[in-house]
């Protein structure tokens, strides 16, 4: 098929349009077109009395070839690339010994599916509950303060991303197309078709669960075994080499391949594997607020009359501001339509995240407001980046009361450096609940000189960004892990053979896609050295 890109049409086209537009681009007649598929549709919103549609379309014309030829120096024409997925092995008749993935978050879900497909069987190993189990418990911290430290926002069968916007993009490099391999089997789970073609896919919690389950069910009938509730407290080494893992309760599961897909915030896996010399570095990552306006501003700002529109849905926004001192602000995990949501893991400590359900209905458009900052910022051992992070959620804990509500303050009293005394136009979502405060005191002083100089900033992009009743509730702390396990070209650990970490929570992903993304690309490296070392 030919690929043509940047395919220009109005927002209220009619069903006829795409093909006119396809005829015209490839000056053929009518009746030399065959067929064409949306590869994908995106809007350019930067006009807003002139928002425009923008497609990928795959052609089937009469001559092909011939029009290959004669487009052969335009590249927006192009031959579609063969997008289908291929496995790198398959599991030997003789298998020695079942692989181990250690996580059930979108990385391990992924990792374990595929290997599980190419007939490795593999046993993935989570500490968490299984997910309508693990809902109950997160629902249940957030109407009644009651927390589970293993089964939570961070912690269960389907990680982090469950409790999010269910965003399906990211700004990875994927050459292989390992990313149109997650979509086909989101939509064969249940997610809708529209994933496939929509520029910017989302999903939502509710949908998520399900599709989860489906992906489970699948692993289970290729042979995989999922155990929940199964936390891994030791791996153990030998020479170099890791040969199994202990759990909570005493068991020990013998395997030399095991991928290590555990989240950004199992701090205690992460001690755990320091102290086993596994090799970690301090990296860079960023912390700051959640900031709340009505979903309606957002979507005038940036639709203008076609707010509203259908195929439009509700207003994102995407927003970096490089301070005068050198450090950079940037909107994170924005989720329209949805809610502020309280994700601690651990007892007494109060974090903040975003999250959506697929119609974006809610009142509000939230969205992380951060400061990006390294290892210079809290000096100490590979590990120093956690004790950052939890000193800032304790901190968030006290100053909103030591219940798990979380500090909350006006835009226009944070950027006038004044207490909070009542809620305006903006009615916070997060729960448990807020208490109003003056945010200053719960982040560095450096941190909150940026933001103060951002949002100012943000408001000359996004009108009404700055108003004086927006929110910012605190903290967000948990953008990334603070922490890069180390691995070769192999996918292995530089210093722990057969130890695959994988992931946001090894460093190496940043979102739903990027992550499932890299379970694959494990996944392909493990069956790949258990063949080798198998023959």
Known sequence: MIRLTNIQLPLDHDDQAIANAVVARLSIKADDLVSYHVHRRGYDARKKANIVLIYTLDVEAKNNEELLEKFSDDQLVKATPDMSYQFVAQAPVNLHERPVVIGFGPCGLLAGLVLAQMGYKPIVLDRGKEVRERTKDTFGFWRKKILNTESNVQFGEGGAGTFSDGKLYSQVKDPHHYGRKVLTEF?????????????????????LVSMVEKMRAKI?????????????????????????????????????????????????TFQMLHDKNVYIEAKPFSVGFRIEHQQSLI?????????????????????????????????FCMCPGGTVVAATSEENCVVTNGMSQYSRAER????????????????????????????????AYLLGGKNYDAPAQKVGDFLKGVSSETIGSVEPSFKPGIKLTDLSKALPDFCIEAIREAIPAFNRKIKGFALEDALLT????????????????????????????AGEGAGYAGGIMSAAIDGIKVAEAMALSINNSNS
């Open 299 to 331: 979507d005038e700002a940036r639709f203008g009359a076609n707010a509203g529109n259908e195929i439009l849905g509700a207003a994102d926004y995407k927003l970096v501001h490089h301070c005068k001192g050198g450090r950079s602000v940037y909107s």
């Open 187 to 207: 939509v064969a789970a249940g997610a809708p078709d529209e994933i496939m073609f929509v520029s910017k896919p989302h999903i939502g919690t509710f949908r």
């Open 474 to 501: 605190g903290v967000e702390t948990r953008t990334s892990a603070p922490i890069c396990i180390k691995r070769g070209k192999d996918f292995q650990s530089i210093n722990t053979q057969g130890l695959f970490p």
């Open 364 to 395: 509000n458009a939230n969205s992380a407001i951060v400061v990006g900052i390294d290892p210079t910022d809290y000096p100490g051992g590979p590990l120093a980046g956690i004790d950052f992070q939890r000193e800032l959620e304790s901190n």
């Open 220 to 268: 289970i009938e290729l042979g995989g075994e999922i155990r929940f509730s199964a936390r891994v407290d030791e791996v153990q080494i030998e020479a170099g080499q890791i040969t199994g893992v202990a759990l909570a309760d005493g068991e020990i599961i013998k395997s030399k391949h095991i991928a290590l897909a555990i989240g950004h915030s199992a701090r205690d």
